[in-house]
């Protein structure tokens, strides 16, 4: 199975240190955020990984280079300015994801997940791991019942930002700038999407407090 880290993003919230630094590369005590990805997908044998890159991509690829320091090897999949949000981004790089399912992981999420975990998933479309929401997300996203991620079912849950793919799941999109939401709400409604629910350590860093937070609990392990 191969895996794509989605590191296009600006981080409008997070600046102004993302105006000199790219999202994936802020320090979360003594690495990078998406150095942190990169080894642990290692670690659960993955050793095909694509970074879509926009915002200061150029500093991404010579920061990480071919991967071979954690014996991965990175195809970067290059975006115009503004970049080409989540579906998008999939999308443009599904040539170097290959014909099986692939592991989809946001640039600006931490967690312990055992990623290993994902190359079990038989994914006939998309499967999502959910986390208990946030303080930041009371409401949640989404629910699920039965393996099945539903759009109204109680309990909700939040999307952690982990995700697997089967190239067929993009077969009717837009092409260009899209989110992914759309498409998975759709498939939702034809019962098209699995998940799960994630209950371990769990960080959105999408606002300075919230990176403060992940830095603190770094420090604290």
Not at 6 to 21: C, N, Q, V
Not at 65 to 78: D, E, K, M, V
Not at 141 to 166: A, C
Request: charged share 20%.
């Amino acid at each position: 199975m191969r895996a794509m880290i989605l590191a296009a993003g600006r981080g409008e919230r997070l600046r102004p240190l993302t105006d000199s630094t790219p999202k994936p590369l802020l320090d979360i005590g003594g690495r990078t955020l998406i150095e942190f990805h990169l080894e642990r997908l290692a670690n659960a044998g993955f050793r095909e990984v694509v970074i879509n890159l926009a915002h200061h991509g150029d500093l991404i690829q010579n920061t990480l280079g071919n991967g071979a320091t954690w014996g991965l090897n990175i195809h970067y999949s290059p975006e115009p300015t503004g970049a080409l949000d989540t579906g998008g981004g999939i999308g443009q790089a599904l040539p170097l994801l290959g014909e099986s399912p692939f592991a989809v992981l946001n640039g600006d999420i931490f967690s312990d997940y055992p990623l290993a975990r994902l190359r079990a998933i038989k994914c006939d479309h998309a499967h999502l791991v959910l986390v208990p929401n946030p303080a930041h997300n009371p409401n949640g996203d989404f629910g699920l019942q039965g393996g099945h991620i539903k759009l109204e079912e109680q309990p909700g849950y939040t999307f952690s930002g982990i995700s697997v793919y089967h190239p067929r799941f993009f077969d009717s999109a837009p092409g260009g700038r899209y989110s992914v939401v759309p498409l998975l709400r759709e498939a939702m409604a034809l019962h098209r999407v699995t998940g799960e629910v994630y209950k371990g350590v769990w960080h959105d860093i999408g606002t300075l407090e919230r990176l403060e937070a992940l830095r603190a609990h770094q420090q604290q392990n």
